[in-house]
Nanobody, 134 residues
Framework: QEQLVESGGDSVQDGGSLTLSCLGS????????MAWFRQAPGKEREGLAA?????????YYADSVKGRFTVSQDHAKNTLYLQMTSLKREDSAMYFC??????????????????????????WGQGTQVTVSS
């Protein structure tokens, strides 16, 4: 059973930077589908980035964060990161990481790394709050 724990949320000023962490356990972190989402009060959950954590995995970024947010991973620590720069007030939200088993193909495991949808992921963390103020 997958377990995900996010951390790193904080209050920062407009233009600031922050790095979120997602510690995964209970699954093979080296070959899994993972994603970052966020949800602001009164708004729908937004998929920000999706990644296949295995070798050769690509990363998808939503237009709203492309060029400002970067996903990275540390397999030794079973941790997925979301590095956020040039933060804006509209980035204020609860941030979640999510995970799902990879698809099995003839060439090995893979993940669809397009716009992440909530219903594609079965495991979720509890979220970490990011607040950006001017």
């Amino acid at each position: 059973q997958e377990q995900l724990v996010e951390s790193g949320g904080d209050s920062v000023q407009d233009g600031g930077s922050l790095t979120l962490s997602c510690l995964g356990s209970g699954y093979d972190f080296s070959s899994y589908c993972m994603a970052w989402f966020r949800q602001a009060p009164g708004k729908e959950r937004e998929g920000l980035a999706a990644i296949y954590t295995g070798t050769g995995g690509t990363v998808y970024y939503a237009d709203s964060v492309k060029g400002r947010f970067t996903v990275s991973q540390d397999h030794a620590k079973n941790t997925l990161y979301l590095q956020m720069t040039s933060l804006k007030r509209e980035d204020s939200a609860m941030y979640f990481c999510a995970a799902n088993p990879p698809l099995r193909g003839p060439l090995g495991d893979w993940c669809y790394t397009g716009p992440p949808e909530s219903n594609e992921y079965r495991a979720w963390g509890q979220g970490t709050q990011v607040t950006v103020s001017s």
